[in-house]
């Protein structure tokens, strides 16, 4: 019992503290792709502690709606840190529910923050909710039948018994439906964190931005659990791509030792994805945005792809 | 006097729910009156799917009258007929033969046809939208009738109880034809694409609390029909009934999630998405039909558990979007949403309902819908049990189609209940709005508290609604419950436990509050007006419109929508740079009124001018017509 709330809050932990400094990695690397020296990678958690310290804004049109949706969004964050297989492959709540619950909880995060966007009354934060609900949505599919290649293969949707599945029968993961699957969950993390070609993190140009018109009023302590909240989201994807789809190094039973061996392998593979999101980042260009769903579209045709793989191979 | 009518009938809810819950959980008992009804009597039957649709009937007509206390007591109008209307429903799941079954389904369709009427002297609308209704409904009718009689004439019983041993010897083909005509019949009541358009017109026009027993309970009817037809009165039927049921319902929950998403009537938009939500009932049942012919039982039990349990939720929480859509209706008088916004403030109490609906039926855990909707992934998911990849594509396309539609739904809600209730109120009656009386809150509150107990307490819902989906195909209750908080789903395969969420999640927003407050950064605040690139004043213009907001989507389907653009600009005669009227106007077309009712209708009326040479008013050519049918007759007998 001790141990199950040991190991709950150390994935909690690993979660909430380790998603700025992926983030501040990120930026790091594709500073230096595109020969910059760019910021150190802890310079999010300065980012934060700075937004701490400093008033927040609240629109005087706002409601409560406003005011509650950073809380609401970050606990949706900390709640699939305890359902998602980060140190353990089975975590606290692991029994609790599985991907989908997941991706609905993210669901339940973007529905308040594209209320959030409406509530002040500006047009930049409905035309960013708009775009954010519009490409979430699209994206919706491509993700559950994505999950359906993937139960498909290990026979259960829990996501423990999948990675313990595909741990112990790696020619289930050698197999180019697996591959194609993968594909496309990395086009969808693409578009649901938010980055590069869907849209850019870093421009606060007004009519090409999504996510960031959407939390333009928001400012500090509210802008910085919006934005640790968005960090969670990102190593939360990644860690789910890294762990379902190569799923070597994840214990399966709490300890000390095996815990800390899951840890370094899970930052050895997160570090490889990060690394495979810069590049993508810094070789392509924004799309437009009614270009987006046709990249949604291709990779729906993957995950498509991958589930008929299983039908004709079965 | 109206009060205690509609009081009265909250009792009798109150009654049916409890009848029904015993109902399901095996209480049965039959009633036979001969001398009533020609052709058998009125016969009543209780069973556990009927105990179900009972309940449903009540747990939805209580809260809906009591909210009518305080929303339509000062009108005399419609009493009798709201009356009528829920005791017919409740009449209809009990029905045991033929002519019962008909007298109170078409009792049911003529109370809310005149219901449909109570406001018809305050808008034409609701005239032609009654017309369209008494059309569509009596075609469906039609179908259901000689569907009944066919096949009480091959099996050579009214009853329905005795069809399911007499079924399995008749032709094949004879079955398919009775099923299809009666899916037909029930489809039509049920809003299932393309069979809608009476229910868009039809649910707006009647007052709040009537559309809200009519999405939430009436069209359900027409799914409890499919149910009965598709598995218990013809048995297990081949697998292709399974498989139209299942693509019907993605085909229904796609197109009428979309209407839904560019709908700028409130109370439209909510009809929209009852089309929609009928579909994700009928994805659930066609994969337990699918299932069921495969003869897989417990996974035919899971997917028509999950079909039940989106029943009830959607019944909770459409009726709660219904009454607080009402409330809105109410106090400021228009339906447009281009005209409201910002009664969050005004209406408090409304606006939290119309927000926690909106959250459960964009299936957002842990409320119910988020229940229901994933209890249908994990019945689609193991498809592969069936080993027919033709069939394995067909469930391929349920889950892409409830994904979709699940997506949308979020974006469709966040656009409802973001311009109807956020920011600055657009037009002069959303300023002064006042929020709902005590009755129409307490009924409010009911379904509300409905939405969170169902999402909350699925480990005491399922087992009971498995008991009724087993009563349909015969086969024996697997557990389903691991233990009093986690649901387990074919042995291993997907676990859910929403109170175990719950409590993480309210713990997830207490840790970071706490620490905020604790090192002093939550209490830093100020409020100052929106930023607005340096603009002098923040007016209810300058915000998003119901109309932008969806316009990613009318050009991402546009070939669905293919909506049209006009745009009037009228000039000053001097200079055309005065501009002196503006009018943009983006409205979508429908695709089944074009190229499906139209032609039909076109062809109708052709066909009819034709015939109109028949009728040329000589008397001689009549009494020739007379002489010939007579002839005809004779030679034919």
Redesign the interface.
Known sequence: MIGDVIGALAQVAAVAGGAPLLVGLLRTLKARLVGRRGPRPWQPYADLAKL??????????????FRVTP??L??????AA?VVPVLLSRPA?G????I??VM??F??G??FL??A???????F???G???E??V??????T???A??AL??RA????LG?VVERFAREPLLVANPGHLLAFAAFFIVMIAETGRLPVDNPATHL?LTMIHEAMV??YS??YL??VEWASAMKLFLFLTLLANLFFPWGVPAEPGLLPVLLGALALGGKLVLLVALLAVVETSVAKLR??RV?ELLAGS?ALA?LS?TS???L? | MPALAYLAVAAAGAVMAVAGVAGVLGVAWSLRVEWLVPLGGLELAMDPLAGFFLALVGIAAAPASIYAVGYAAGDRRGVAAYAAFVGAMAVVPLAANVLTFLLAWEAMSLASYALILTEARRSREAVSAAWVYAVMTHAGLACLLAGMLLLAGWTGSVRFGDWYAAVPSLAPGAANVAFVLLALGFSAKAGVIPLHVWLPRAHPAAPSHVSALMSGVMIKLGVYGLLRAGLDWMGPGPAWWGAAVLLAGAVSAVVGVLYALVERDLKRLLAFSSIENVGIVLIGAGAGMLFHSAGLDGLALLGLAAALYHTVNHAVFKALLFLAAGAVVHATGTRDMEALGGLIKRMPWTAGAFLLGSAAIAALPPLNGFVSEWLTFQALLQSLRIPRPELNLVFAVGIAGLALTGGLAVACFVRAFGITFLALPRGEAAGHAHDASPAMRAGMAALALGCVALGLGPTLALPALAGVAASMTGAPVPRGVEDWLTLSVSGQFARLSTPAVTLALLAGLALPAAALAAIGAGRRRRTYETWGCGRLLQTARMEYTATAFANPFKRVFDFFYRPVKQLDIEVHPESRLFVQRLQYENRTRSLFEDWLYRPALATLHRGARRARRLQSGSANLYLMYILAALLAMLVLA
């Open positions: 701490l310290r400093k008033d927040a804004v609240v629109s005087t049109t706002a409601s409560w709606v809380y609401v970050a606990a949706t964050m900390l709640v305890l709540l029994h609790a529910g599985n989908i619950l609905y909880l669901m339940l973007t529905f594209a209320l966007g409406l509530d002040a009354g500006s047009a934060g409905g035309m909710a708009s775009r609900v519009a979430a949505a699209l994206a919706e599919p993700v559950i039948v999950v359906f139960a498909l026979d259960t949707i829990d018994g007004e333009l009023e500090g302590h910085a659990l945005l009614f769903p729906f498509v589930v299983v039908f004709l079965q």
